[in-house]
């Protein structure tokens, strides 16, 4: 019979869907070795290249600002003699220390070295290399609020209980600290007119004023020297505010000199430092004498 069992047709039959799922496998997998064929593997060494993405712009940094409170900052703007706030800063040239003006001038009565290092400074004229430091005293100024109005406020009070005027230096001083404090809202200066036009006037009348409004010291110019001859009006009066440095002018203009580097000016035999004013001398070297004050030039000689 055509269905019997023991005939390999029939068991062919038995067993329909064996055969078909071999079949499919195998044209499956020919038609998968024909498809891996037309499109190969990609190589690693050339990757699929994507659009980048647009990326957010980068903002600039912001300029980080640091409150710095007064105290921290205090070490560099007092006197190690005082433990203050420096007051007309003066700084030894020799190591850049700088120390309140009255303070050092009377530590350097009875010493040469500095406070701070213990340098040095000089031997026999330690005043000689010492110089007033202008912007030293103006950031102090600016760092401490009320302390240039304090210390203006002092030496008015001190002049009136001795019964003088009041020096014209500082009246401006006080004038120009007004000004600099004087708050403005969103920038704007609410100035009139008429008071710009007084401005105006007060300062031409400053300039041609010369500074005879100031405190005026009266000078007696003596030669202290053979080489050099004695002037015909020894006898000046000038300014407070007058240094070292203008007398030398003034004199080596009157004699003809070629430099004014070549002079020493000398009080009670010991020689000034050129940035040192009249008034500083009057108070350090003539604090009891009778005016006039009597100085002595002669031509500089090289100190060892």
């Known amino acids: 019979m055509c269905g019997a069992p023991d005939s390999p047709l029939g068991s062919a039959r038995a067993f329909p869907p064996l055969c078909f799922k071999l079949r499919t496998g195998f044209f499956l997998l020919l038609l998968g070795g024909t498809r891996r064929e037309r499109h190969p593997p990609r190589s690693r060494r050339c990757p699929r290249v994507r659009p980048a993405r647009p990326q957010p712009r980068r903002?600039?940094?912001?300029?980080?600002?640091?409150?710095?409170?007064?105290?921290?900052?205090?070490?560099?703007?007092?006197?190690?003699?005082?433990?203050?706030?420096?007051?007309?800063?003066?700084?030894?040239?020799?190591?850049?220390?700088?120390?309140?003006?009255?303070?050092l001038v009377k530590y350097l009565e009875e010493n040469n070295?500095?406070?701070?290092?213990?340098?040095?400074?000089?031997?026999?004229?330690?005043?000689?290399?010492?110089?007033?430091?202008?912007?030293?005293?103006?950031?102090?100024?600016?760092?401490?609020?009320?302390?240039?109005?304090?210390?203006?406020?002092?030496?008015?009070?001190?002049?009136?209980?001795?019964?003088?005027?009041?020096?014209?230096?500082?009246?401006?001083?006080?004038?120009?600290?007004k000004q600099h404090l004087d708050p403005h809202r969103n920038g704007e200066t609410k100035a009139d007119d008429s008071s710009n036009k007084e401005?105006?006037?007060?300062?031409?009348?400053e300039d041609n004023d010369y500074h005879r409004s100031d405190e005026q010291v009266s000078i007696c110019l003596e030669c202290n020297s053979s080489k050099l001859r004695g002037l015909k009006?020894?006898?000046?009066?000038?300014?407070?505010?007058?240094?070292?440095?203008?007398?030398?002018?003034?004199?080596?203009?009157k004699l003809n000199l070629s430099s004014f580097n070549e002079l020493d000016i000398l009080c009670n035999e010991e020689i000034l430092g050129k940035d040192h004013t009249l008034k500083f001398v009057v108070v350090t070297r003539w604090r009891f004498k009778k005016a006039p004050?009597?100085?002595?030039?002669?031509?500089?000689m090289d100190l060892l």
């Not at 600039?60 to 409170?69: A, D, G, Q, S, V």
């Not at 213990?118 to 026999?124: A, E, L």
């Not at 000046?236 to 003034?250: D, G, N, P, W």
């Not at 004050?293 to 500089?300: A, C, F, G, T, V």
Request: one cysteine or more; charged letters at 25%.
């Open 59 to 103: 903002q600039k940094p912001k300029m980080l600002t640091r409150k710095i409170k007064l105290w921290d900052i205090n070490a560099h703007i007092t006197c190690r003699l005082c433990s203050g706030y420096l007051i007309d800063a003066t700084t030894v040239t020799e190591c850049l220390h700088t120390f309140c003006r009255s303070c």
């Open 113 to 177: 070295t500095c406070p701070t290092c213990r340098i040095v400074i000089h031997q026999s004229h330690p005043l000689q290399y010492i110089g007033h430091d202008r912007t030293m005293q103006d950031i102090v100024y600016k760092l401490v609020p009320g302390l240039q109005e304090a210390e203006m406020r002092k030496q008015r009070e001190f002049y009136h209980k001795l019964g003088m005027e009041v020096p014209g230096d500082i009246k401006g001083e006080t004038c120009s600290a």
């Open 199 to 205: 401005a105006a006037e007060e300062k031409q009348e």
């Open 233 to 253: 009006r020894k006898w000046i009066r000038c300014s407070a505010q007058a240094t070292v440095l203008h007398l030398k002018k003034f004199i080596a203009k």
């Open 293 to 300: 004050l009597l100085l002595h030039y002669r031509p500089k």
